[in-house]
């Protein structure tokens, strides 16, 4: 069974960078899409950016040209490198593996 864990998330003025990692254990052949997800308090769940095997990206409107999907294969890892950050961007944010979730990571952009 794939388990998923988070990293790198915390507290960061608005303007500032955060990178989030999230890497999976577990016996696993091959992954087709990877990604992350976010939910503010009092919202619903959104996608912020996914990966697919092909290395075709997909990102929500809100983040374009600010925030970076990667992922390493051989590592079974996913990355988020999020730039210009803004409060607006504050929530937990959720990796997800072809369906499998991880446990969220808090991030929060305050002055």
């Known amino acids: 069974q794939m388990q998923l864990v988070e990293s790198g998330g915390g507290l960061v003025q608005p303007g500032g960078s955060l990178r989030l990692s999230c890497a999976a254990s577990g016996s696993i052949f091959s992954i087709y899409a990877m990604g992350w997800y976010r939910q503010a308090p009092g919202k619903q769940r959104e996608l912020v950016a996914s990966i697919l095997s092909s290395g075709r990206t997909n990102y929500a409107d809100s983040v374009k040209g600010r925030f970076t999907i990667s992922r390493d294969n051989a590592k079974k890892a996913v990355y988020l490198q999020m730039n210009s950050l803004k409060p607006e961007d504050t929530a937990v944010y959720y990796c997800?593996?072809?369906?499998?979730w991880g446990q969220g990571t808090q991030v929060t952009v305050s002055s």
């Open positions: 997800f593996f072809d369906g499998n």
